[in-house]
């Protein structure tokens, strides 16, 4: 005799909705409980999750010390979004059912996710201790720990399923995953002692580009980190975190030209990465190509108009190009009233311009706001000096020297200008 919940399974393949309800209930009233539970499993396969729900509740209703029926209505719960319905089901389950551990394992997954950490670790110890010999929580454990950044605490229970011959678990290739811990924690050794064994099917961009990473560490292996960057960025060239550590290996070694093009390599790929426009200018103008340095930084500030170091490079370029109405309207654009969280080389650049456009109201406004983050800077308290001693203002001239020849005691011009301002202040 066909049960209901056959029935129902045939109406639905026949796409018969309401015939389908009809039999469901029918099924809930007449067919035996394995045939239930079983329909519930396929109907929660199949997507009716509602339906599956009244199917396991009523089975749990009957009987309450079946602890697999909570762990399933507690999955049904958390792809529901209801997390505090999932967590009261798993934490009716008692510490002596065959069904704790995966309570456990649940439990700490959503307590994670919740942002509950130490309650989530806990769980995690609490079901390793019940079953150190059962690789899917020492994997749980490893991977908690990794996700977190605590890649040392991670590694003994990564290193604890290769020594149960589980090279790979649940997709993820456990040596990768001990050589990237490794290497995150600064132990180049033994990160190089896995990372290099890896097969190049199991190398992923990430593994790859946290292997350049560890050869770039040492000097000795910068070669290697080139190559394996190199490779990386052939094989995904949209892997945009490669550029930056492979320009700055070519800069080391004093390849500038294939540093800058590495860098432009990286904003073909991605044109709003603000890290690649500074570093394509500031190798432009070591190789003195300023134009093309103000063309980086420009392009930059123009795709990433908020970011303040792109601002601060590109005001400094303008002084630098004797640009000074062009970094005046820069720099003013970005000023506001409060003036509460402006660089202060924002305000030693203006300083500069309204200085050489000879706006020295303007000019002492600014030498006097920047003064205070410069007092170790001799380059600039010279500066402020002779701009200070020009207009008049010999409190702040003195201010600026006194600091000034403390930090270069043997830079006699300048001790002699000492002696004289400090000569006319007792006339």
């Given at each position: ?274 890290k690649l426009y500074e570093r394509a200018a ?97 380059d600039f308290l010279q500066e402020a000096y ?42």
């Amino acid at each position: 005799m066909v049960s209901y919940a056959e029935r129902m399974l045939d109406d639905l393949d026949k796409g018969q909705l309401d015939a389908a309800e009809k039999s469901f209930a029918a099924a809930l009233q007449q067919d035996d409980d394995d045939t239930i539970y079983s329909l519930a499993e396929e109907l929660y396969a199949l997507g009716f999750a509602k339906q599956a729900k009244r199917a396991y509740q009523q089975l749990l209703d009957k009987y309450p010390k079946e602890d697999q029926l909570r762990t399933n209505l507690a999955d049904i719960a958390i792809d529901e979004g209801k997390t505090d319905q999932a967590i009261e089901y798993l934490a009716a389950i008692k510490t002596d059912s065959e069904a704790y551990l995966q309570a456990l394992l649940v439990l700490a997954d959503l307590y994670q996710s919740e942002g509950i950490y130490e309650v989530a670790e806990a769980k995690l110890k609490e079901a390793y201790q019940l079953a150190p010999e059962e690789p899917v929580i020492a994997f749980a454990l490893a991977e908690y720990y990794y996700a977190s950044g605590q890649y040392q605490e991670a590694i003994p229970y990564y290193r604890d399923l290769l020594k149960q011959g589980e090279r790979k678990f649940s997709g993820v290739d456990v040596a990768s995953r001990i050589g990237v811990a490794y290497a995150l924690t600064g132990n180049v050794k033994n990160a190089l002692g896995y990372l290099e064994q890896i097969k190049p099917a199991d190398m992923t961009p990430d593994v790859q580009f946290q292997l350049g990473l560890t050869y770039a560490a040492d000097e000795e292996t910068y070669d290697q980190a080139i190559k394996t960057f190199e490779a990386l960025a052939d094989l995904d060239p949209a892997y945009v975190s490669l550029y930056i550590p492979l320009g700055a290996l070519y800069e080391k070694q004093g390849q500038n030209e294939q540093a800058l093009r590495t860098y432009q390599a990286g904003l073909a790929q991605d044109a709003f990465n603000p890290k690649l426009y500074e570093r394509a200018a500031i190798v432009s103008m070591r190789l003195g190509k300023a134009a093309q340095a103000g063309h980086f930084l420009a392009e930059g500030l123009k795709n990433n108009p908020d970011d303040p170091t792109l601002i601060l490079d590109y005001s400094d370029w303008l002084v630098s190009q004797h640009k000074d109405q062009d970094n005046l309207d820069l720099l003013n654009h970005y000023l506001t009233d409060e003036e509460a969280d402006i660089d202060p080389g924002l305000y030693r650049n203006l300083a500069r311009s309204y200085t050489a456009l000879e706006q020295d109201e303007f000019a002492n406004r600014y030498w006097q706001a920047a003064l205070p983050s410069y007092l170790s800077d001799p380059d600039f308290l010279q500066e402020a000096y002779y701009f200070f001693r020009k207009i008049g203002e010999r409190e702040l001239a003195l201010q600026a020297i006194a600091r000034y020849v403390k930090l270069r005691p043997e830079d006699y011009d300048m001790l002699n200008n000492y002696d004289d301002l400090l000569a006319e202040q007792d006339d």
